[in-house]
């Protein structure tokens, strides 16, 4: 059975994260398969499932909570790590 790992790589709103996870997904060929989007009061949400290297990904932005990366471990490990080398 496959490892499921959540990660909350940043702010919901860091512009600069969004950007480098867009263009890491882009890179890797991810390709996506669903989207959702809402506001509930103060509280905005956005959730984009992608598959990437035969899993799938899930990446969620939500006010309060920020922005989270949840998917098999090992794929969730590889993209933070990626980010981290873009950071440096």
């Given at each position: 059975?496959?490892?499921?790992?959540?990660?909350?790589?940043?702010?919901?709103?860091?512009?600069?994260?969004?950007?480098?996870?867009?263009?890491?997904?882009?890179?890797?060929?991810?390709?996506?398969?669903?989207?959702?989007?809402?506001?509930?009061?103060?509280?905005?949400?956005?959730?984009?499932?992608?598959?990437?290297?035969?899993?799938?990904?899930?990446?969620?932005?939500?006010?309060?909570?920020?922005?989270?990366?949840?998917?098999?471990?090992?794929v969730v490990d590889y993209l933070c790590l990626a980010l981290q080398k873009q950071a440096t």
């Amino acid at each position: 059975m496959e490892e499921i790992k959540t990660v909350i790589i940043g702010a919901e709103y860091n512009k600069e994260v969004i950007d480098k996870l867009e263009l890491l997904l882009l890179q890797e060929g991810a390709a996506l398969t669903a989207q959702k989007e809402g506001v509930a009061g103060s509280q905005d949400y956005q959730c984009y499932q992608v598959m990437l290297s035969g899993s799938m990904i899930s990446i969620e932005l939500e006010t309060y909570t920020g922005m989270a990366i949840t998917g098999n471990a090992a794929v969730v490990d590889y993209l933070c790590l990626a980010l981290q080398k873009q950071a440096t």
